[in-house]
């Protein structure tokens, strides 16, 4: 199955307040985009760069290519079944206005083709929204239009922070 996943948002911010959000990433209590609050946090073997690997939960990728305050590509390596890339790019749209836009364009195969529409597009839908509404917030010092999780999503949500409550070891003594 063929994948095509846009998202993006208009900001009142210059090119380069944006891109400044996009140099970031991963970079723990500093990251000013990535919703770490809700999400499994962003995390990388070394600096942002090409070559870095890393991912989110069980979303594993590779900096592909990055262009500081431009632009940065994530090839997938999993989970399985994820072939692909999707990438963050600043675009200047006029005078003090900027378009932060993610593009996913991938090819699905094995349970990805079951996993992508009924788990992974609802959280990564989920996610990119809450990211945008952080870089609104950073770069305006408001969100005008909230993004708001479906029922759909907080259950997903739910059954995943369940999930990963049971991984973590409980300390003895």
């Known amino acids: 199955m063929g994948v095509y996943n846009v998202h993006e948002r208009l900001l009142a911010a210059t090119a380069g307040e944006v891109g400044a959000l996009i140099d970031t990433l991963a970079s723990g209590d500093g990251d000013r985009l990535w919703p770490g609050r809700h999400w499994s946090p962003m ?16 979303v594993r990728y590779t900096v592909a290519g990055y262009v500081p305050g431009q632009w940065i590509r994530f090839d997938f390596t999993g989970p399985s079944g994820f072939d692909g890339f999707h990438e963050l790019a600043v675009l200047p749209a006029g005078p003090d206005h900027t378009r932060l836009h993610h593009t996913l364009t991938m090819s699905t195969r094995g349970v990805a083709r079951i996993t992508w529409p ?56």
């Open 43 to 58: 995390e990388f073997d070394r600096p942002l760069g090409p070559g870095a690997a890393g991912g989110h939960g069980p």
């Open 118 to 173: 009924l788990v992974f597009r609802p959280m990564h839908d989920a996610c990119m929204e809450d990211a945008f509404d952080r870089a609104e917030l950073a770069c305006t010092g408001t969100v005008f239009r909230p993004a708001r999780w479906s029922p759909y999503v907080r259950f997903l949500h739910a059954l995943a922070s369940r999930a990963l409550r049971r991984e973590d070891p409980v300390p003895t003594d």
